[in-house]
């Protein structure tokens, strides 16, 4: 097995970022020949000072190194150096990815995976974009990546276990602080159909300045970008810029012109990033992949009138889905176009949220809910 205990010693150097850091293992192979190495060779290296060459030479190993490991050991946490085969293969690629990642869980063909992200106030329209974008791209065959926040990203993880697919969360975190703590029951399921990581330290708390750093992984090992919603400034527009930077795709999901939560999404598609309706928008720009991509049954649209009606409905049932849009209609705007008493639509509504097809926002507003039995 690997030491480990050189990799997160080099980290632990005054001056070696993960840039530096990257271009140290691209010059010696291992984190045992950069201390090794004379500081002469050190200098070589682009990069390498003479002041940090002399850093790396006088490094001594502190015991905080010894306590991490065991930490790690104790939290059931592996750490996945950037030599190691499990290492997700595009984060090789951006400029400053971390020389290693602690993982809970799985990591496999994340190389076929596409990251969701967007507002973590996000509004019932957006909830139910994300579930369903990501539980048809799961059905797919891609991994869905995102960073376990409220709002989208959660949303994003519960499609993708619907679908049985595959999902990674990044934290802004270390991985023994679970954030946010109400998420501890989805971090679980994420764990089972894949894997969560961090390149913080175990016990690291989410600060703010975490997250910036946290979002270039979550676009770096993915194929592309998706903002289902999100506001002009926003997380995920960083996550969006990355993305860009990093050559990877721009995808956004347009939303109510009328709301500040679209505003960013709707810049970036003036920026040109592309328009995403379903889950094939995302599949099509990812052609040669295709051989990599496990081709199951195309998932349906779901705003389409041949799937809008569910077997199970009976005929003002129908009456009223057929009018819902995903986004909110009042009860009086719903009483209008059915021609139905709002008491006797009251009735209805319930049934319909009880089978899951419908969801109810503040002030009697009424969405179709995403989810189909």
């Known amino acids: 097995m690997e030491n480990i205990q050189p990799w997160l010693a080099l980290k632990n150097v005054s001056g070696v970022g993960n840039h530096l850091y990257k271009r140290l293992i691209e010059h010696f192979q291992t984190p045992e020949k950069v201390f090794k190495a004379k500081k002469s060779e050190l200098m070589m290296a682009a990069g390498v000072s003479d002041r940090i060459a002399g850093a790396i030479k006088g490094f001594c190993f502190p015991d905080h190194i010894k306590n991490e490991i065991e930490l790690a050991k104790k939290h059931q ?9 499990e290492y997700p293969p595009l984060l090789h690629h951006i400029p400053d990815p971390p020389p290693y990642i602690y993982v809970k869980g799985r990591l496999e063909d994340t190389d076929r995976s596409v990251s969701v992200v967007g507002s973590r106030n996000a509004s019932s329209y957006g909830i139910s974009m994300a579930r369903r974008l990501s539980r048809d791209l799961a059905a797919l065959g891609l991994g869905i990546v995102s960073g376990m926040a409220r709002g989208i990203d959660t949303a994003a993880h519960m499609g993708a276990i619907s679908a049985k697919g595959k999902t990674i969360a990044v934290l802004g975190s270390g991985l023994g602080v679970i954030y946010p703590p109400e998420n ?15 390149e913080f330290p175990i016990m690291e708390e989410p600060n703010a300045y975490n997250f910036p750093a946290r979002n270039r992984i979550i676009s770096g090992m993915t194929l592309g970008t998706l903002v289902v919603e999100a506001a002009q400034r926003s997380g995920s527009l960083i996550t969006a810029r990355l993305a860009g930077e990093q050559g990877r795709e721009v995808f956004a999901v347009p939303g109510n012109i009328n709301s500040a939560k679209s505003t960013g999404a709707h810049n970036l598609l003036k920026q040109g990033a592309k328009l995403v309706a379903g889950a094939q928008d995302v599949v099509e720009e990812f052609y040669h992949f295709e051989n990599k991509i496990i081709e199951k049954d195309k998932p ?7 799937t809008r009606l569910s077997p199970d409905l009976t005929g003002n049932e129908s009456l009223i889905y057929e009018v819902l849009e995903p ?16 008491g006797k ?5 319930l049934n319909l949220e009880l089978k899951g097809l419908v969801s109810q926002s503040p002030g009697k507003y009424f969405i179709i809910s995403g989810e189909k039995n």
Not at 77 to 85: G, L
Not at 345 to 349: K, N, P, V, W
């Open 77 to 85: 946490c592996r750490i996945i150096t950037f030599s190691d085969p």
């Open 327 to 342: 986004y909110p209609i009042h009860i009086d705007e719903l009483s209008r176009q059915t021609g139905l008493h709002v």
């Open 184 to 198: 501890r029951r989805l971090h679980d399921e994420i764990i089972e159909n894949g894997a969560v990581i961090s």
């Open 345 to 349: 639509l009251s009735i209805i509504l």
């Open 300 to 306: 349906s649209d779901q705003w389409s009138n041949e």
